[in-house]
């Protein structure tokens, strides 16, 4: 398709466990941003890739925290020993332009 | 530090009603702001956007102006439909390369017939 895609889009998982979440971004967007929606709050910065480098990580909330991105394409966000306050929808966004475009995100759930 | 307040929800409106939404900003240089719409069980959507200073942006009968005199961009349109019932998000990006955004809480519309 045309659009920014996420997988899964649902993921159930226990505390103590990881998680890897997929973003696939729109084909030539040279940037990607992740970003995380907890319930009854508003959009929080994870981190931004130019490429296939990540000039700014300063919203990663801790170590358990990683991302990737590689062939200037897709990008993983990986959640190592998931804690409770992790469950959120985690949003990816690619960039044409001055606009971003949004994947449909992952609704993470750690139980 | 850059940051944007928007008014707190739900609001709840008849169809026809006029609606504003409440949207002020801080942030340093000249942002570009931005509405965002997520429609239940879909996406976020850019619903408009404005890069400069007097700049209104509009998209499906919604306007807002870029008032920097007031640090503001007010989200509005005349008579509502029930269709759009949706959160709508404002937000800022930084002028420069990295164009993360800044975002507002959300506000929850219902629009009753």
């Known amino acids: 398709g045309a659009g920014v895609s996420q997988s899964p889009s649902n993921k159930v998982t226990e505390k103590g466990k990881d998680v890897e979440l997929r973003c696939d971004p729109i084909?030539?967007?040279?940037?990607l941003y992740w970003y995380r929606q907890r319930l009854g709050q508003g959009l929080e910065f994870l981190i931004y890739?130019?490429?296939?480098?990540?000039?700014?990580k300063s919203g990663l909330p801790s170590d358990r925290f990683s991302a990737e991105r590689t062939g200037e394409s897709v990008s993983t966000l990986t959640i190592q020993r998931t804690q409770q306050e992790d469950s959120a929808v985690y949003l990816c966004?690619?960039?044409?332009?001055?606009?971003?475009?949004f994947g449909p995100g992952t609704r993470l759930t750690v139980l | 530090g850059n940051s944007v307040t928007q008014m707190e929800g739900p609001v709840t409106l008849s169809e026809e009603a006029f609606l504003t939404i409440n949207c002020t900003y801080t942030?340093?240089?000249?942002?570009?702001l931005f509405w965002y719409v997520q429609y239940p069980g879909e996406g976020l959507q850019l619903l408009l956007k404005?890069?400069?200073a007097d700049d209104k942006g509009s998209n499906k009968g919604f306007e807002a102006t870029y008032r920097k005199e007031t640090t503001s961009f007010h989200l509005e349109k005349g008579s509502v439909q029930v269709s759009d019932s949706a959160v709508y998000f404002c937000?800022?990006?930084?002028?420069?390369?990295?164009?993360?955004?800044?975002w507002g809480l959300g506000t929850s519309l219902a629009v009753n017939p």
């Open positions: 966004a690619s960039t044409g332009g001055n606009e971003q475009f």
């Open positions: 937000a800022l990006n930084r002028p420069g390369n990295n164009r993360k955004l800044i």
């Open positions: 942030a340093t240089g000249y942002p570009s």
């Open positions: 890739f130019q490429g296939n480098s990540a000039p700014d």
């Open positions: 404005a890069t400069k």
């Open positions: 084909s030539g967007h040279t940037a």
